[in-house]
DNA sequence: CCATATAGGCTACAAATGTTACCCTATTAT
DNA sequence: ATAATAGGGTAACATTTGTAGCCTATATGG
């Protein structure tokens, strides 16, 4: 089975995917036949049946508009909260208030109740970490060891690899020029979540 | 005007928002009337009446299923395919190559026609794009030096740095292990795109 | 040459669907 | 008390809409 799309089928469905964003809801076989300038509803159909046979539309029998562009999947989306920016070097800033939202594929970043950190600094650059990218946090007050985390020291923010050394805790770099960090009874330490996923934008 | 819903009409609007999400186009006043028990379709259309004047939805006269959900935040986000395999000059991919679809926000990724690419091998490990990680690509037949591009070398995709040195081409991995590649005459070189984004996923 | 897929025109029919009219009972605010 | 809103019931009606059959034409592959 050819599952390439002819020019004609691609118009088809070009206009059933902007129908659908502009309407809300699918077209019926006429209102596709006015649009692509076709006489009969049994032509608009025999579009909608090469397109389903090529699977990339599901359709129900009987059933008016009953058109679903496979893919456009909207659904499982989550809105996480951009939470200010977090210095990845030596500890500086502290979380700031919340910068906006961002909806992101539930599935892809599976985590309902994160937000995400833009960092700053090259501590982390060993980890594919680096400054300006946006990392999603998943909250939680503990860690594995070799976990990367993002952490409260003595009221300032900061992501490092997670290191439990017996009873010390030691905050890991991933940049040799940037020495680790052993976090002593003195300082004031609490885990604000995992980084589960990275995103870098190259432009 | 009292924006407020009573407990039926959140009923209504819950099983609308769940019927297109699992349908993907709306309920029939029928099909209303059968899901919350209601006998006349004039009762469903009375609470879609209402959903309107309040704001929730908006209706077109005289057209079957036209109903809109309002608000529901879609606005700015887009559907990129994930891509298993590349081939050359594929402007719409046809489907046995598509693992899946990702919703993405626009803001943040902001490229209408792109796709991903999952990451096989450690070529760019420098770049920070590891094995299993994603990039996001956006077409193009061009590239400058030093962008990171998706190219078909001998029918076969790679992604690498592009540089071009006088006449000749190489495409440098980033990674000390692996020396770069002079693409000579004799070769079969097409560039798909530039990886404009990574996603890692650390769990 | 034949079969198949693509693309389209035309007509008719039955089912799905929105619309309208009129009925009722509560509850709440005027 | 009266009006307005919310919620539901029954029936009839007109339109929208999907389905079906039959026609022509072009291109492609065996």
Redesign the pocket.
């Known amino acids: 089975m050819?599952k390439t799309l002819?020019?004609?089928?691609k118009e088809v469905l070009e206009f059933l995917e902007g129908f659908i964003e502009a309407r809300g809801f699918p077209p019926?076989?006429?209102?596709i036949?006015a649009r692509?300038?076709?006489?009969?509803?049994?032509?608009a159909?025999?579009?909608l049946e090469?397109l389903e046979?090529?699977g990339f539309i599901r359709?129900s029998?009987?059933?008016?508009?009953?058109i679903e562009v496979i893919g456009r999947a909207m659904g499982g989306i989550v809105s996480m909260p951009i939470a200010g920016s977090v210095r990845a070097g030596a500890p500086h800033l502290a979380i700031e208030d919340i910068l906006g939202h961002v909806a992101l594929d539930g599935r892809l970043f599976n985590c309902p109740d994160g937000f995400l950190l833009k960092i700053e600094g090259d501590s982390m650059t060993g980890a594919g970490i680096e400054h300006g990218d946006l990392v999603i946090i998943r909250p939680q007050n503990h860690a594995d060891t070799n976990d990367i985390i993002v952490a409260m020291l003595d009221n300032e923010a900061t992501v490092k690899r997670f290191v439990r050394d017996g009873a010390r805790v030691v905050l890991k770099p991933e940049n040799p020029a940037i020495p680790p960090i052993v976090v002593g009874k003195d300082r004031e330490f609490s885990i604000i979540g995992k980084v589960i996923s990275v995103i870098k934008r190259l432009e």
Do not use: F, M, V, Y
């Not at 002819?6 to 089928?9: E, N």
């Not at 019926?28 to 209102?31: G, K, P, Q």
């Open positions: 050819d002819t020019l004609r089928q019926s076989l006429r209102e036949c692509l300038r076709i006489k009969g509803p049994k032509n159909r025999k579009h090469a046979k090529k359709r029998a009987n059933i008016s508009r009953a």
